[in-house]
């Protein structure tokens, strides 16, 4: 039994280290066969340019805007008739919007890994590698991720109550403005999200690393998950679950303290308008960092 269990252990510390002394070899393999690469003339073939579209889509109840890097404002606009996009320091195939089954999607396309190499589309390899290697991604990943984080986008939704708004950040900046929703769901990646006008019957917040901000209107139920980031929410809202591993919390709640038992490990400066008679619960688990709820 000794001898199978020392020869268990043996081979896995052989596998071990095969695992890394290729992962090593792999890493030198790709210096040495880029060392010598002449990448100037790659600036040439990356035609970054300023440009707007339209898609006069409007038959769609969901919203969905995944991005990776750059600085994008959403805006929610009750007279815009269609979706509009006036991007600069992008290319024109970059943002991607389409109606999926009465879902809109915002997709910032390019994304890809080692070397701008995107195992989602095959053919984006030559174009992404090109955009990293001539230094135009300015991606703080560089060499890793593809994103032209030198993009700025400005895009216009119809506004209306939709059934769902799901955001994924990246790490860049994204501001939405006035979003309406049965259910708003927010992860902030490594960047920084500001939500300003947001009226929601349901608020969810996962962080990663980055910056959430929220100033609304309406909040209903909020849940946030916090990873490593900070997380600043403001509004009228009911019962609170707020989970946040290290970074710092405040919250902002539009009411009475005498409508909310707050619990958990956070600071509660009472006060706040007058009271509704109506009953919430704010649970807060910190784990390294500070979290403070106020009332106005």
Known sequence: MQYDYDKKKNTRVTVGLTILITGILIVILGVVLTAGLDVSKFKDEIKEEDFSKSYSTTDFDEVEIDTGAGKFSIVFDENAKEVTADIKNGEPDEIGIKNDDGKLKIVQQSGGFFFGFD?????EFDRNFKRMASGKDGSIFKGILSF???VEATITIPGKE?????IDGGAGELIIKDPKCREFNVDSGAGEVTIDGLYAQKTDIDMGAGE??????ELGKVDLDGGVGSADIKGKMGDVDAECGVGDLKLTVIGSSDDYDVDGGADVHGGGSESTGEHYNIVIDMGVGDADVYFE
């Open 148 to 150: 032209n984080s030198n």
């Open 212 to 217: 959430v901000k929220v100033n609304g209107e």
């Open 162 to 166: 939709y059934n769902s708004i799901d």
């Open 119 to 123: 195992f989602r589309n095959f053919s």
